[in-house]
Nanobody, 135 residues
Framework: QVQLVESGGGSVQTGGSLRLSCTASGYTYDANCMGWFRQAPGNEREGVAGFYLGSSRRYYADSVKGRFTISQDNAENTVYLQMNNLQPEDTAMYYC????????????????????????????WGQGTQVTVSS
C-alpha cells in the first residue's frame, strides 16, 4: 500500500500561482502511475494531470493545458503540480492518486486513466489540499 500526502494548497488571486506537492511513502514500487484530480463543491471529481513512469506522455485536462505542469522527483518520491495563471474555476480540493499498472494495460487504456473520476483506476489517494482562487 502506498501512502500519499499532499501539500501546497492555499488561497490566491486570479492570475496567481501555486505548486502542489505529493509525497509517496510505503511500498512506492506500487506507484508507477500517478496524478492529480480535483473536486469542486457540487461537481464530480475530474482528472487534472498525470503520467505513467514508463512513458514520456503526460495527461492534462483541456481546461489546464498551458497553465499546469506535472513533474516528479523520483529520488524524493514526490510529484508536483505547478499551477500558473490560476482562475476562479480552478477552485477545488486537489487530490493526489497513485496505482500500479503494467505497460500493456496502460498502452491499451485499461489502467492509469485520468479522463474519469479515478475511483476505478486508482487505489491510493491522499487526503486532499484545498486551492481557492478569488477574483
Amino acid at each position: 500500500q502506498v501512502q500519499l500526502v499532499e501539500s501546497g494548497g492555499g488561497s490566491v488571486q486570479t492570475g496567481g500561482s501555486l505548486r502542489l506537492s505529493c509525497t509517496a511513502s510505503g511500498y512506492t514500487y506500487d506507484a508507477n502511475c500517478m496524478g492529480w484530480f480535483r473536486q469542486a463543491p457540487g461537481n464530480e471529481r475530474e482528472g487534472v494531470a498525470g503520467f505513467y513512469l514508463g512513458s514520456s506522455r503526460r495527461y492534462y485536462a483541456d481546461s489546464v493545458k498551458g497553465r499546469f505542469t506535472i513533474s516528479q522527483d523520483n529520488a524524493e518520491n514526490t510529484v508536483y503540480l505547478q499551477m500558473n495563471n490560476l482562475q476562479p474555476e480552478d477552485t477545488a480540493m486537489y487530490y493526489c492518486a497513485a496505482d500500479f499498472s503494467s505497460y500493456s494495460d496502460y498502452e491499451e487504456g485499461r489502467s492509469c486513466v485520468f479522463t474519469r473520476g479515478g475511483d476505478e483506476y486508482f487505489a491510493s489517494w491522499g487526503q486532499g489540499t484545498q486551492v481557492t482562487v478569488s477574483s
